[in-house]
């Protein structure tokens, strides 16, 4: 257990993420999380205001670990058909901080289903997952409106994937994913070359 004195904000968010993940956002408490790291409830308040900034610390936690460094990764692969399989692979990690990333997942989209607020980032957060893999299955050779389409079920299945991964499904595998992308990349007019 971390010690008091030594708790830092990412701590804090890593406990109510863990949270989250195993019982929704109103299963995010100051207090469960307190005890969960064995700490006072007046460590969390040197670190929050409340617990609404702790959950808007948990989203945007979230959005960078789960988009905003999985895009940077891929883009910063040269040829497109790469950047597609390592964002594949980063998207496929079953775990993030120690905290499964499908039901994290699961988890904030349920959230953003109730509170709108959280619902309009979500939905900016998926319209920018979406366009960067079409930027990036444009890049293979594909036209504009079908990089889009295909962006859209790319995403669809990663979404399956981890409802399916959230509720133990045996429809959870990952090879499908992989199989989708390597098709994707062989069946390209350009043939994974950059245009």
């Given at each position: 257990?971390?010690?008091?004195?030594?708790?830092?904000?990412?701590?804090?968010?890593?406990?109510?993420?863990?949270?989250?993940?195993?019982?929704?956002?109103?299963?995010?408490?100051?207090?469960?999380?307190?005890?969960?790291?064995?700490?006072?409830?007046?460590?969390?308040?040197?670190?929050?205001?409340?617990?609404?900034?702790?959950?808007?610390?948990?989203?945007?936690?979230?959005?960078?670990?789960?988009?905003?460094?999985?895009?940077?990764?891929?883009?910063?692969?040269?040829?497109?058909?790469?950047?597609?399989?390592?964002?594949?692979?980063?998207?496929?990690?079953?775990?993030?901080?120690?905290?499964?990333?499908?039901?994290?997942?699961?988890?904030?989209?349920?959230?953003?289903?109730?509170?709108?607020?959280?619902?309009?980032?979500f939905?900016?957060?998926?319209?920018?997952?979406?366009?960067?893999?079409?930027?990036?299955?444009r890049?293979?050779?594909?036209?504009?409106?079908?990089?889009?389409?295909?962006?859209?079920v790319?995403?669809?299945a990663?979404?399956?994937?981890?409802?399916?991964?959230?509720?133990?499904?045996?429809?959870?595998?990952?090879?499908?994913?992989?199989?989708?992308?390597?098709?994707?990349?062989?069946?390209?007019?350009?043939?994974?070359?950059?245009?």
């Open positions: 257990m971390a010690r008091r004195n030594t708790l830092q904000p990412k701590d804090w968010i890593i406990g109510a993420t863990r949270a989250l993940a195993a019982g929704g956002v109103d299963a995010v408490s100051v207090e469960g999380i307190a005890k969960q790291l064995g700490a006072s409830k007046g460590s969390f308040y040197w670190h929050f205001a409340d617990r609404p900034a702790l959950l808007e610390a948990v989203f945007d936690l979230w959005e960078r670990e789960g988009t905003a460094d999985l895009i940077e990764r891929a883009e910063a692969v040269a040829d497109p058909a790469e950047g597609l399989r390592v964002l594949a692979r980063d998207t496929l990690d079953a775990e993030t901080n120690g905290i499964d990333v499908a039901r994290t997942e699961a988890a904030i989209r349920a959230w953003a289903s109730r509170d709108p607020a959280i619902g309009r980032r939905a900016r957060i998926e319209d920018n997952r979406t366009a960067f893999l079409a930027q990036q299955i890049a293979l050779g594909y036209d504009e409106v079908t990089a889009l389409r295909l962006s859209k790319v995403h669809l990663v979404v399956g994937l981890f409802a399916a991964r959230a509720s133990g499904s045996a429809l959870a595998e990952d090879e499908t994913l992989t199989f989708m992308v390597e098709w994707l990349i062989a069946d390209a007019p350009g043939k994974g070359r950059r245009k």
